[in-house]
């Protein structure tokens, strides 16, 4: 098996230039179907069989080589703080993720979080039917996702992340038996949300939070169950606002349409807003984009993948931290 598993270690002089590429990809997405990009970093392409062992590996980039050289032959990074991702249906949500993840953990001048990222084509939605009810279909996904679990694990994975909103409706299945840290993005988001300490707008009631998907029922699932078990109350558009309104507007916006589709999600969104919720997630990569990032509808929304990427990185931040204090009590104990 061939996977297409990118191990990048960043320092903070190459941050900015990545941020950059990764913005242009946002445009180059939408018209081609393989985006790739170039970024000083270190690099190295792996080929694993179907256990998720190495048997291969060969430097793509970067002038690293000596600090792969000094890791373990099972594991190509060591960082206690090393963050594992599971690409998606999106190519384009993981890549958004890995600037978020990049630029929002070395703004403050400190070192990118080292993470390596494992890609899934397979479950491109033009290739694998990801929507489909059947079970062995769902099974085949499972299995497929799970390896890419343990392949990050024994490329030196401290924690996984899977910044896809229809992979995490598998999310028990695919940790099942991991030992490391594994965030689901409905329970980041829910935590958030009740730190936030919202208020419900109608007396009497609870705090409700509106859902927008693409996906009728696999991509809410992971935030629904999340949101209701801390006690919120999640609000979902009715039949006639999905066929006429919400679906329509991703039609406009396929058919370049952009006014048409800004002004029919905007519908959308007042149409929950209308129905007391504090906030409405967008859980759907096309319906992040349609609208402006001026457009002051934003913010009564949220990405669940800004969710997510903070979570990631406070938990890298004290992930080191950590290492930090052990290797020094060491130190003073010898």
């Excluded at 990074?77 to 630029?103: C, D, H, M, P, Y």
């Excluded at 033009?126 to 990050?152: A, D, T």
Aim: proline share 5%; glycine share 6%.
């Amino acid at each position: 098996m061939f996977d297409g598993g990118l191990t990048m270690s960043f320092h903070k002089v190459n941050c900015p230039p990545v941020v950059g590429n990764l913005s242009k990809i946002r445009s180059q997405c939408r018209t081609r179907p393989n985006p790739c990009f170039a970024v000083q970093m270190s690099s190295t392409l792996v080929q694993t069989d179907e256990n998720g062992d190495f048997y291969e590996s060969k430097k793509i980039s970067g002038s690293s080589s000596t600090e792969l050289k000094s890791q373990p032959q099972n594991s190509l990074l060591s960082q206690a703080n090393t963050v594992g991702i599971i690409g998606g249906v999106s190519v384009l949500s993981t890549l958004i993720f890995l600037e978020k993840l990049v630029w929002w953990s070395s703004r403050n001048g400190e070192e990118c979080v080292p993470f390596v990222v494992c890609s899934e084509p397979a479950l491109d939605g033009g290739r694998r039917p990801v929507h489909s009810s059947e079970v062995n279909g769902e099974h085949i996904i499972i299995q497929n996702l799970r390896q890419k679990r343990i392949f990050l694990e024994k490329s030196g994975a401290r924690c996984i992340v899977m910044p896809c909103h229809i992979s995490n409706a598998w999310h028990d299945e695919i940790s099942e038996s991991c030992s490391l840290p594994f965030f689901h993005i409905g329970d980041c988001v829910a935590r958030e949300l009740k730190e936030a300490k919202l208020k419900p707008l109608d007396a009497g009631s609870s705090v409700r939070i509106g859902v927008l998907s693409t996906c009728e029922t696999i991509a809410v699932a992971p935030y629904q169950q999340k949101l209701q078990n801390q006690g919120f109350e999640v609000v979902l558009p009715d039949k006639e606002t999905r066929e006429h309104i919400l679906m329509p507007a991703v039609e406009s916006w396929n058919q370049r349409d952009i006014e048409g589709a800004r002004n029919l999600l905007r519908i959308a969104i007042q149409v929950l807003l209308i129905r007391a919720v504090n906030i409405v997630i967008l859980a759907s990569d096309v319906l992040q984009n349609i609208l402006p990032r001026e457009d002051p509808l934003l913010k009564k929304c949220m990405d669940p993948m800004d969710a997510l990427a903070r979570t990631t990185i406070k938990w890298a931040k004290s992930a080191k931290k950590g290492f930090i204090i052990s290797a020094l009590k060491q130190q003073s104990g010898s």
